[in-house]
Each structure stands twice: as structure tokens, then as C-alpha cells.
């Protein structure tokens, strides 16, 4: 919005010139979004802590110390999206439908993830929402953000899949792509949910994986830094960097709060708009199996639910002494804080595997 009020004015005022560029705005969003945080997060716990009451948000298929940990309040994943939201609107380009479409994803995610949390808390128990129900609801956000992503994306890209490593090779999807899209949004949404089990274990990678993909929106929507890295240009995906940015300082200011001991949990509320968020500027972006790579960690955590799923129905025995995998390693004895920063590690080097993707083509 700043960009729209202020730059038109760049001839009479020369200060808002700085407000053309993306590096400017990003830093923006960032810093605004840390801020918001930092100013609401304190009144948004104490209000959770009140409407929580004696409400259980502890599951039953969690290793036995987490019971202590049964009364710190959940969905401040709403903090989070008011962060973004604020700053996304304040430091984009609000005429730019990539922006738009991003956050319908991630907000339409988080609400889905709200009601989930205000189930847990007004049923008092600890299964909110159906997962058959969140599954439809995220499958129908899925199918319009796929639709409007092939609408806006201009030909060969709209319903093409890029590959990495390859400079011009594109799969044509067709109709496919929305199906395609669908699985890589709730995945994605879903392997996020699964990886916030532990204080700060989610978070910080999320926050990994956006600050990546800012970096990949500005690049990509670059068409001298594209041409020069033979990716695939995109017009106007640079202004994703903003929204990214926006993560970022989001992230920050949740982890203040989340930090162990966690004063506040994430919740579905944050968990699915983070993870749908992510899935979306990848879908945008063209690098849908970049984003398996930089997410690697949400990954691992998710297949070794699948594998201990079907080991279990097939064999009757359990690969891991509990999933996901972070729960096998605090059954193996592994401190909480351990397991934290070892992930957070693995999900640096990921990311930087993710990224140098971008160079060998």
C-alpha cells in the first residue's frame, strides 16, 4: 500500500524513491512484521490463556512428558497471521495478484486452522476439528488457488512444471497442474502441521524455507538475474519477496514467544497457513521440487509417519519407537532442546542444497 500512496510521488519527494525497490520493501515488511509481534504478542497470550481455561491441548499420541507442558495456550499462529497480514498489505504492491493469491491460501489455511483451535478450546479436548472435515476445506482452497495460478500465469508457465538442474525443460500439465497444485499446497500445509511438535522445532524452519523463497521470488520476478541464472521468468512473482519478508519477521516474533520453555504454541492455526503458505509461492515461483528440498525436514517428519502407518498395518510392528520422527528420538532419550537445534541444523543444510539448485542448470 505504501508502495501504491508513496511512489507516485517520487518526483515531488525524492526520500520515496527507496519505495520502488524490493529490497527496501522487504526489509520493510520484515521489520513491521517483527514489531507487530512484539506489540500484540503479550495481549494475544494473556487473552488465549483466558479463553483456554482448563481446556486440554495436549494430544494422547505424544510422549509423556509433554503433560507438563498442558496449559500453555495454542493458536498463536493468529499472531502470526496478523503480522503478515498487516505487513503485506502495508509494504506490496496491493495491485499485484500474486500477492493476493498468496494470501488467500494462507489466511483460507489459517482459518481452517482456527477452527480446528477454538474447537480444542471450547469442546475442551484435545481433537478439534474432523480431519475429514480440514481435508475438504483444504482441498477446495487448493482447487481455486490452482485455477487462479493458471489463470494468472502467463503461457508456457501456467500449468507447466519446471524441473531443477534443467535450464528449459518444462512438463506441460495441462489440467493436471490443479491436481498437481492441490497435493503440493495441502502436503505441504500437512508436513508443517506434523513437524510442530516440539518448542521452536516448526518455526524456525519455516522461517528458513520463506527467507529462501523471498530470495528465489526476487530472482525468478528479476529478468536480468533470471536470464543470467536461466530461470524461468515470472512478471511481477518478484513482489513475493515482500510477502516472504513479512514470514520472516513473523517467525521471529513467534519464536520470541515460542522459545522454550513456549509461553504460546502455534497451533493449526499457524502450522497450516505456514505450510500452505510456502506451498503457494512455490507453485508461483516454478519451483515446486525446490521446495522439497529446502522443506526437506517437513519431508522426513511426514514419510516417517507414512512409513510407520503402513509398516504397522502390513507387519504389525513399528519402524520407529514413536512417530513423527522427532517423538522417536525423545522416546530414544534425546533432550527436547537436542532434537530442536540438530533439526534446525538439518534444515540449514537443506536449505542450502535447496539454493544451490539455482546455479547448476
Avoid at 507487530?36 to 481446556?55: E, H, Y
Avoid at 512478471?235 to 516474533?253: I, Q, T, Y
Amino acid at each position: 500500500m505504501l508502495f501504491n500512496l508513496l511512489f507516485p510521488l517520487a518526483d515531488d519527494v525524492q526520500i520515496f524513491n527507496l519505495f520502488r525497490y524490493l529490497t527496501f520493501r522487504t526489509g520493510g515488511a520484515i521489520m513491521t512484521a517483527l514489531l507487530i509481534s512484539f506489540v500484540l504478542g503479550p495481549t494475544i497470550i494473556n487473552w488465549l490463556k483466558s479463553r483456554q481455561g482448563g481446556a486440554s491441548n495436549i494430544r494422547e499420541d505424544v510422549p509423556e512428558n509433554h503433560l507438563k507442558k498442558a496449559g500453555t495456550p495454542t493458536m498463536g499462529g493468529f499472531l502470526i497471521l496478523i503480522a503478515i497480514t498487516v505487513s503485506t498489505v502495508l509494504w506490496a504492491d496491493i495491485h499485484n495478484q500474486f500477492v493476493w493469491l498468496v494470501m488467500f491460501v494462507t489466511v483460507g489455511f489459517g482459518a481452517i486452522g482456527f477452527a480446528d483451535d477454538y474447537l480444542k478450546l471450547t469442546k475442551r479436548n484435545s481433537k478439534g476439528l474432523k480431519g475429514r472435515y480440514k481435508l475438504v476445506f483444504q482441498v477446495l482452497i487448493g482447487v481455486i488457488a490452482a485455477y487462479w495460478i493458471m489463470s494468472t500465469t502467463e503461457a508456457p508457465l501456467s500449468g507447466a512444471l519446471a524441473l531443477p538442474f534443467f535450464k528449459d525443460l518444462l512438463i506441460q500439465l495441462g489440467w493436471f497442474f490443479i491436481p498437481f497444485a492441490v497435493f503440493v499446497l495441502v502436503g505441504t500445509s500437512n508436513a508443517v502441521n506434523l513437524t510442530d511438535g516440539l518448542d521452536g522445532l516448526a518455526i524456525v524452519p519455516v522461517m528458513i524455507a520463506a527467507a529462501c523463497f523471498g530470495f528465489i521470488a526476487y530472482l525468478t520476478g528479476n529478468l536480468v538475474f533470471s536470464g543470467y541464472l536461466q530461470l524461468h521468468y515470472i512478471p511481477g512473482v518478484g513482489e513475493l519477496a515482500v510477502f516472504c519478508g513479512a514470514m520472516v519477521g513473523a517467525s521471529l516474533g513467534f519464536l520470541w514467544f515460542n522459545a522454550p520453555p513456549a509461553m504460546v504454541f502455534m497451533g493449526d492455526t499457524g502450522s497450516l497457513a505456514m505450510g500452505g503458505a510456502l506451498g503457494a509461492i512455490s507453485i508461483v515461483t516454478k519451483h515446486e521440487l525446490v521446495l522439497a528440498i529446502i522443506g526437506g525436514l517437513f519431508v522426513l517428519e511426514t514419510v516417517s509417519v507414512i512409513v510407520q502407518v503402513v509398516s504397522f498395518k502390513l507387519t504389525g510392528k513399528r519402524v520407529f519407537a514413536m512417530a513423527p520422527l522427532h517423538h522417536h528420538f525423545e522416546k530414544k532419550g534425546w533432550a527436547e532442546s537436542t532434537i530442536v537445534i540438530r533439526f534446525w541444523i538439518i534444515a540449514v543444510v537443506l536449505a542450502l542444497f535447496g539454493l544451490a539448485t539455482l546455479k547448476l542448470r
